[in-house]
């Protein structure tokens, strides 16, 4: 047992029951953990569990939600199916493009199942996240949240683990079979539980997201376990290619998230209101309604009925560092409405105004730190250890990254940069998109390849070592350049 440390102060608690209790210690600045006796079975499942990925986790908050007067008729729809007991299907796929609210949905539609009682858990995949995008945390993830909101199973999920702690170890068939369907038999609802999972297409390959479909398929197959699930996702041929197999004949339907122009006119409306109202120093002379009946309409043009263009104008515009006005201005500038090649032209033309305005002195900077964001080897990598890999001075990316708070999650200098939306990241990616802003660039990434050398070497002073660092690795598969030069 630890001994007790004194001026400690009480800190949050994973997990339930009588495990290990954590506390701070104010003049040294550490956690420290005290044990007060054997850990139960819930205790060792809490350890295998992506706490990020859940429908109410702290490093996702504020999660997104859809405002109450938008997509009414689809959350309904979803609602009624997950509360029949006499529906016809159990699984739905929910399937979108980049940016049309489908995590907005699916956050939505877990508070509403959680105050019904109905909701059995959520994941919410990220593309790159040590956690999120780790499928192998998806199950235990799912049970431990059945243990939460279910009383009736959390003993018997806990004995389970107890009995066999390795399962938390094997692979996500055995997982699924013996954490969630053995307990779920025990159930005596007529009305399933609802299991929501995010975002699938964001984790991992291809093979591991199919493995996953087909898993879901064999546990609503039992009919024995009380369990509905729902999977939201882009639709990539691979897992529509997944839902049209066998598997899944009789089992699914699939749910398509429309564009709906009248949903974004009114999330605008509601969020300009409340930006106008929020602000009364900086826009007590600006008239109202603001903006402007025609520049609102617009913008409901420009975002192709999909809400990931106006939440971005919105996050630009709500910057508490600047005059919400001048924000709009900005946006609207030379901004007339036009037919668009793509749904997400116009997307791309805000984050090209977004990025824009970094100051010039800037931008060889603001590549370099782009393409860490985007290829480095870490994804975790905190905020002050770019500054150090770069041989930027303290605080130097923060302070770059700035006006870019639209588009990327900023926090503190020991937390990693994180982006709001994969459609960034997909924009980034593509050097037709991004243009003039595009880091993945030969030149780019050999860069960063030869800062990345040099914090290898640091780290390491025998050379063989240096060759066994995943950095390392990750240098020597930069293409050369097309003139020769590597």
Known sequence: MVERATNMAPAAVGGVGQGPRLKYDIKTDQLIMINHGPDTGIHLLHRAVALDALYDSAERFPQPKCHPETRKELLDNLYDWATDPNSKYSIRWLHGPAGAGKSAVMQTLCGRLRDAQRLGGGFFFKRGHATRGNAKMLFATLAY??????SELKDAISRIVETNPSLLGRGMDVQLRNLILEPCKRLQDTIPLI?????LDECEDHRVQRDILRLTASTVNDPGVPLRILVASRPEPHIRETFDNEYFQGLFDSVNIYQSFEDVRIYLRHEFLRIHREHPTTMQNIPTPWPSPEILEILVEKSSGYFIY??????????????????????TRNLVPHDAESPFEALDQLYIQILSGIPARYRPRLFEILCVIMHYPDSTIPLMEIDNLLALEPGAVLLILRP????????????????????????????ERSSIFYPGSPQHRAKLGHSILKAV???HEDPRKSREDSSFRWCVQIPPFADGRS
Not at 195 to 199: A, E, R
Not at 311 to 320: Q, W
């Open 195 to 199: 299991l929501l999972v995010d975002g």
């Open 310 to 331: 106006a939440s971005t104008v919105i996050k630009f515009v709500d910057d508490e560092y600047s005059w919400p006005s001048q924000q709009l201005d900005i946006i």
């Open 404 to 431: 870019l708070h639209s588009v990327l999650k900023l926090s503190c200098n020991q937390e990693p940069i994180r982006v709001h939306h994969a459609s960034f990241r997909d924009f980034l990616d593509s050097q």
């Open 145 to 150: 949240e059945l243990a939460l909101y279910r």
């Open 457 to 459: 070497a640091y780290r």
